[in-house]
């Protein structure tokens, strides 16, 4: 699993709540969720991010409530990948049943700047910051999530028969 994109960067503890307000909540539409992602904080988001950026944050990524709101209006958004110093579990688990990438690598996280363009080599574990020139290791992806990521989610690999 390889991705290449622009970087979009936050810093730690974006809880759900600003990743998808609640008052959006009403709507099981992935385009409609799209058009609020981060929108309480940062109301550019949706007009600057482009299919297959990057987003980058630091640690506690996800925080809050459990709901998968939250990475489908990411997923939505065009986000392609999501590099954070850590992840909230229940977020992190949620991202992964709906098929959104994300890599925990805090060095990564911590060093890779706003607008630089990142490739990253999930079957090998490894994260270039092209703009840098910067290199850094991650555990790769357990081949059965990388299943569930490529199929688009949990539910579309059993329904693919890849479980």
Avoid: W
Wanted: hydrophobic share 40%.
């Amino acid at each position: 699993m390889k991705y290449t994109g622009n970087v979009i960067k936050y810093g730690d503890n974006v809880d759900t709540d600003v990743i998808i307000p609640a008052r959006y909540l009403n709507t099981s539409d992935h385009a409609e969720l799209a058009s609020h992602c981060m929108e309480d904080i940062d109301k550019s988001f949706v007009n600057r991010v482009k299919q297959g950026d990057i987003m980058v944050a630091g640690e506690n990524f996800g925080c809050g409530s459990s709901r998968e709101h939250a990475p489908i209006a990411i997923k939505a958004s065009g986000i392609s990948l999501v590099i954070a110093g850590s992840f909230a579990r229940i977020f992190y688990r949620n991202a992964i049943n709906i098929g959104l990438a994300i890599v925990e690598c805090p060095a990564a996280a911590k060093e890779i700047s706003e607008g630089d363009k990142v490739e990253a080599d999930l079957d090998n574990g490894i994260i270039r910051d092209l703009t840098t020139g910067r290199e850094y290791k991650t555990a790769p992806f357990p081949e059965f999530v990388q299943k569930i990521i490529e199929n688009g989610g949990l539910m579309q690999s059993i329904v693919n028969g890849v479980f």
